[in-house]
């Protein structure tokens, strides 16, 4: 059974979500190829885990609505070309468009009918959009809304990451309920679980709080700097360190603050970090993992990969009161109200410090969260194979002959 998947705005295996797709579909006995970016020091073409990437030249980085029209199209032409590496033989296949942007599926439109389409929404772009300081109504705006409309009108089956999502396809996208399935986004447990602190990393600080994701103006980093300024003065006592691992278009802007405030010795910035097992021992050397993402249409309805990868390792979660933080980290989270800002992150940093039996009450909670929430990676392998059996029952009854 012939799969392609699509994806533009993250290479493989750097976005997390395609590649355990990819890696769960063909341990299933699906053909799995992937269309993906390539990164620096990427090959063309390369088998991972069972399945092949089909790698086209990394798009320009788009600034503003323009520049990411322009990334979007140069995109599309590079997809479209890709296809013709494709070693897909049989006359039917599986479909699986991942967003963003939401016209992936145009470079196939004139493809074979003979094709179960799966649209797989892993970012809402109107709000990302507007979360960045887009207008609403404006002509971007109401553009970015007629697309995702017409992704969900293009697909035979829609693949969202949360209840949120599937609400919104619901209502927004007029997509019957039984033609939506819910898959989480999952650490895997042969890399992701508690493993000792590395003190060298830990640089012998009283109380470690660790920061894991891209850096952009939503994401709330300065927030977090903000807080660790605040905690420094709070609790003179303490030595505090913060590792921001991550980067993105807001990283300069973050580092020129952090030298600001003079955190130099407190915020270390490490980079983006492509070693999976590396994150983890950063995380599992840090006291407490921090989501300083602030409240907005976009955050609110979205669930954090970070969050799932602190709790794995076995650090209790700090962020802000959002409704997808509480599903996914629960009682292994402490909160705090987005009115209170910045200065309420940091008054609970430093409760967390001087409260080292509750900070441990909530590290034992966290290592049994994904568990005992149904949010482990099998129960997202099994979700995903939920829907691809429904994908291929539609083909067998279209005349598939799989």
């Given at each position: 059974?012939?799969?392609?998947?699509?994806?533009?705005?993250?290479?493989?295996?750097?976005?997390?979500r395609?590649?355990?797709?990819?890696?769960?579909?063909?341990?299933?006995?699906?053909a799995?190829?992937?269309?993906?970016?390539?990164r620096?020091?990427?090959?063309?073409?390369?088998?991972?885990?069972?399945?092949?990437?089909?790698r086209?030249?990394?798009?320009?980085?788009?600034?503003?609505?323009?520049?990411?029209?322009?990334?979007?199209?140069?995109?599309?032409?590079?997809?479209?070309?890709?296809?013709?590496?494709?070693q897909v033989?049989?006359?039917?296949?599986?479909?699986?468009?991942?967003?963003?942007?939401?016209?992936?599926?145009?470079?196939?439109?004139?493809s074979?009918?003979?094709?179960?389409?799966?649209?797989?929404?892993?970012?809402?772009?109107?709000e990302?959009?507007?979360?960045?300081?887009?207008r609403p109504?404006?002509?971007?705006?109401?553009?970015?809304?007629?697309?995702?409309?017409?992704a969900?009108?293009?697909?035979?089956?829609?693949?969202?990451?949360?209840?949120?999502?599937?609400?919104?396809?619901?209502?927004?996208g007029?997509?019957?309920?039984?033609?939506?399935?819910v898959?989480?986004?999952?650490?895997?447990?042969?890399?992701?679980?508690p493993?000792?602190?590395d003190?060298?990393?830990?640089?012998?600080?009283?109380?470690?709080?660790?920061?894991?994701?891209?850096?952009?103006?939503?994401?709330?980093?300065?927030?977090?700097?903000?807080?660790?300024?605040?905690?420094?003065?709070?609790?003179v006592?303490?030595?505090?360190?913060?590792l921001?691992?991550?980067?993105?278009?807001?990283?300069?802007g973050?580092?020129?603050?952090?030298?600001?405030?003079?955190?130099?010795?407190?915020?270390?910035?490490?980079?983006?970090?492509?070693?999976?097992s590396r994150?983890?021992?950063?995380?599992?050397?840090?006291?407490?993992?921090v989501?300083?993402?602030?409240?907005?249409?976009?955050?609110?309805?979205?669930?954090?990969?970070?969050?799932?990868?602190?709790?794995?390792?076995?650090?209790?979660?700090?962020?802000?009161?959002?409704?997808?933080?509480?599903v996914?980290?629960?009682?292994?989270?402490?909160?705090?109200?987005p009115?209170?800002?910045?200065?309420?992150?940091?008054?609970a940093?430093?409760?967390?410090?001087r409260?080292?039996?509750k900070?441990?009450?909530?590290?034992?909670?966290?290592t049994?969260?994904?568990?005992?929430?149904?949010?482990?990676?099998?129960?997202?392998?099994?979700a995903?194979?939920?829907?691809?059996?429904?994908?291929t029952?539609?083909?067998?009854?279209?005349g598939?002959?799989?």
């Amino acid at each position: 059974m012939p799969v392609v998947m699509v994806v533009q705005n993250q290479g493989v295996p750097q976005d997390v979500r395609v590649a355990s797709f990819g890696r769960t579909l063909a341990r299933a006995g699906y053909a799995v190829e992937i269309i993906a970016p390539a990164r620096r020091g990427q090959a063309a073409e390369e088998v991972i885990d069972g399945y092949a990437v089909h790698r086209f030249p990394q798009p320009p980085d788009g600034a503003g609505v323009i520049g990411y029209g322009w990334e979007a199209v140069v995109s599309l032409w590079h997809i479209v070309r890709a296809r013709s590496r494709l070693q897909v033989g049989a006359p039917w296949r599986i479909l699986h468009i991942c967003n963003p942007p939401d016209v992936l599926w145009a470079p196939f439109v004139t493809s074979s009918s003979q094709m179960i389409r799966i649209y797989d929404h892993h970012d809402l772009a109107p709000e990302l959009y507007l979360a960045k300081g887009g207008r609403p109504g404006s002509a971007a705006h109401r553009a970015l809304l007629r697309m995702e409309r017409w992704a969900n009108r293009w697909a035979d089956l829609v693949i969202v990451p949360n209840e949120s999502y599937a609400a919104i396809t619901v209502s927004r996208g007029h997509v019957p309920a039984e033609r939506i399935h819910v898959v989480r986004n999952a650490p895997r447990a042969d890399v992701w679980h508690p493993v000792a602190p590395d003190e060298s990393l830990r640089e012998w600080a009283d109380f470690v709080v660790c920061y894991v994701g891209s850096i952009g103006s939503q994401d709330g980093v300065e927030e977090l700097i903000r807080a660790m300024s605040s905690v420094r003065k709070t609790d003179v006592s303490r030595k505090y360190l913060c590792l921001v691992v991550g980067s993105g278009a807001a990283l300069a802007g973050s580092q020129e603050l952090a030298s600001s405030l003079g955190l130099t010795d407190t915020v270390r910035f490490l980079g983006w970090v492509g070693d999976a097992s590396r994150v983890r021992d950063i995380i599992a050397s840090s006291d407490l993992g921090v989501e300083p993402c602030p409240s907005n249409a976009f955050n609110d309805s979205s669930t954090m990969i970070k969050l799932t990868e602190y709790l794995a390792a076995g650090r209790p979660v700090l962020a802000y009161d959002l409704p997808e933080h509480r599903v996914t980290a629960g009682d292994a989270g402490l909160f705090v109200s987005p009115s209170l800002g910045y200065k309420g992150l940091a008054r609970a940093i430093v409760e967390l410090a001087r409260d080292r039996p509750k900070l441990k009450a909530l590290g034992d909670k966290a290592t049994r969260r994904l568990t005992e929430a149904g949010l482990s990676d099998t129960n997202a392998e099994q979700a995903l194979l939920r829907i691809y059996d429904q994908a291929t029952a539609l083909a067998q009854s279209r005349g598939a002959s799989w």
